[in-house]
């Protein structure tokens, strides 16, 4: 993996994630921090498979760019989606309660 093919996931990780984390302010309640981490963690990922996936080019591509945006925005949906859920509750007996 290439210096620039790791600038490059870190980047498209951040504007997705500071992008998904504008849209997520007035829905629900996440951690400013939380779903651009997502986004960057899953972009880096997406660089890394596609770098071990297709090994004879070299240079940046524009498969490997829309992986880590369609990665990225994964990330940030998983987030969403699983954040701000209430934890549950447990009696003194390790009963939940409902």
Known sequence: MTAHSLILAV???????VTGR?????????PGWLPVAAAMAAAVLAAVITRMANTERSGLTLFEVALQVLFAGSGVAIVAFTADRPAPR?????????
């Not at 980047?11 to 994630?17: C, I, M, N, R, Y």
């Not at 504008?22 to 996440?30: D, E, G, M, S």
């Not at 447990?90 to 409902?98: A, C, I, K, S, T």
């Open 22 to 30: 504008v849209l997520l302010r007035r829905k629900r309640a996440v």
């Open 11 to 17: 980047a498209v990780g951040l504007v997705v994630g």
């Open 90 to 98: 447990w009696d003194r007996r390790g009963h939940e309660v409902r």
